[in-house]
């Protein structure tokens, strides 16, 4: 059997059962973490509390296994602010309160912003069931949180679909588009044009030679406000619909602060970068002025497990420890380049002497991102050490 495995309680397979032959669901409503008491518990079916639970609340949501038709996912996210202990082992309780199914879980530390670094961790539960319809999620959705896989396909289903808000005068939305007989009798007041149906409105108009000449639009004097050229309604409607663009400011006139022509709302927030922008803490920036190079330099930290070892050669490696590997994001995306990355392992205030023993190399650096190892160069861990990895990165 594998090390890290769930099943069915007694009370969970004898609640199944009942459901199965009455044809009345029964309902998931927590799921619960626990430290195990320290380490890995040996799960049983007769089990109907966890050795020694830490956290319980409600799940996010319950789904049927897409390879896997009678196996059942049940989610549950950790935030932030929740943590300070291991999870070795995780339960699944109804609506009753009753303990129906338990699964140990390999040793994961979730940390607390409080010890200065955490992050938002998601537990799945996978339960196999002879009939996933037997089974439903009740939950409060007002105390739930949603992963973000979640809301990516939420945001997915409704690009997909048509129920979208409708345009009007004063706000966007999405807009039908009208046929030339609705054009040519303008007898819908929502529905927009095309170039092919405002063709057909103007075909009788493209038809008409009088109204094509110079002096059925106005006098000679009037019209050499277009300049000599313009003679006819074409050579009108082509310098009225130029008009719009006459008088903009290029980026470059923005940025040197030349001209008196007109600067538009783009050119205004591309210029603003020329100012300093920042965001200081434990994790930030500061990204520098164009005029002083652009440059963003950016730095985090992140707490992590320290690689194992017992202080024994290992050839694997072609050295005497192991490492562990590791990736984190940049508090915001270098726009074109991250030119330098240096990570840095260092102890945990009151913690461990962890970081001192380690040495960060980098593999793959990335405008959004930076990965590689801590490698172990003296010490040993036996799995219960953590670290803090501060990280420090250049770019544009």
Known sequence: MSQFYTLLTDI???K????????EPFSISELAVGDGGG?????DASATALVNEVR??????VETDADNP????????LPPSVGGWYIREVGVFDEDGDLIAIGNYPETYKPQLSEGSSRTQTVRFVMMVSDTSAVTLKVDPGVVLATREYVDDSIRDHAESRNHPEATTTALGFVELANGTEAKNRSDKKRVLTPDTGGQMLAGHEKATEAHKADQIGLTSTLSVFGSAVTTVHGVLAALGNSSKAGIATQQEV???SGDNVVTASKLGAWARLGFESSFGE???LALPTWLGGFIFQWGQVSLSGPTSDGSANSEYDHKHTYTSWSINWPISFPKACYFGLPIPRDITDGPSEGAELVGTVAELGKTAMSGKSVR?????QGTEHYMLTYFGVGR
Not at 56 to 61: G, I, P, W, Y
């Open 12 to 14: 969970g397979q004898a």
């Open 16 to 23: 199944l059962a009942n459901a199965m032959a009455v044809g």
């Open 39 to 43: 380490s890995v518990p040996a799960i």
């Open 56 to 61: 319980r609340a409600q799940v996010n949501r």
């Open 70 to 77: 009678n196996w059942l996912v049940v989610e549950q996210v």
């Open 255 to 257: 940025n040197d602060g």
């Open 283 to 285: 994790t930030g920036y």
């Open 377 to 381: 160069v003296s010490g040993t861990n």
